[in-house]
């Protein structure tokens, strides 16, 4: 049974950066597509970074520049670096993994949260301005 266990958020200025960690467990590697979400207060989760085993990356619009998504695969690991902070990145951070590993590669899926199996426990983010 894959675990997902986040870690790393926090409250920050504006401005400011944060790193989130998700940790797997449960044979979900080598091969892997893992993204992760955000769910801000009153409003629909959404996708915001994406990334696979082969280091296919995307990224939602809204943190492209500013986030960066990465991977440690000695460590199943997977992180999010989130720099130039904004009251409007105030949410809950998920991290998932889908049942297909294609899920990544395809543009109308990876960011779809009914396409992902295995969701971790969250982690808050909040940003002041």
């Known amino acids: 049974q894959v675990q997902l266990t986040e870690s790393g958020g926090g409250s920050v200025q504006a401005g400011g950066s944060l790193r989130l960690s998700c940790t797997a467990s449960g044979g979900l590697y080598g091969n892997f597509c893992m993204a992760w979400f955000r769910q801000p207060p009153g409003k629909e989760r959404e996708g915001v970074a994406s990334i696979d085993s082969d280091g296919n990356i995307d990224y939602a619009d809204s943190v492209q520049g500013r986030f960066t998504i990465s991977q440690d695969n000695a460590k199943n690991t997977v992180y999010l670096q989130m720099n130039d902070l904004k009251p409007e990145d105030t949410a809950m951070y998920y991290c998932?993994?889908?049942?297909?590993?294609?899920?990544?590669?395809?543009?109308?899926?990876?960011?779809?949260?009914?396409?992902?199996?295995?969701w971790g426990q969250g982690t808050q983010v909040t940003v002041s301005s």
């Open positions: 998932a993994a889908p049942q297909y590993l294609t899920t990544c590669r395809n543009s109308d899926r990876r960011f779809t949260p009914s396409e992902y199996n295995y």
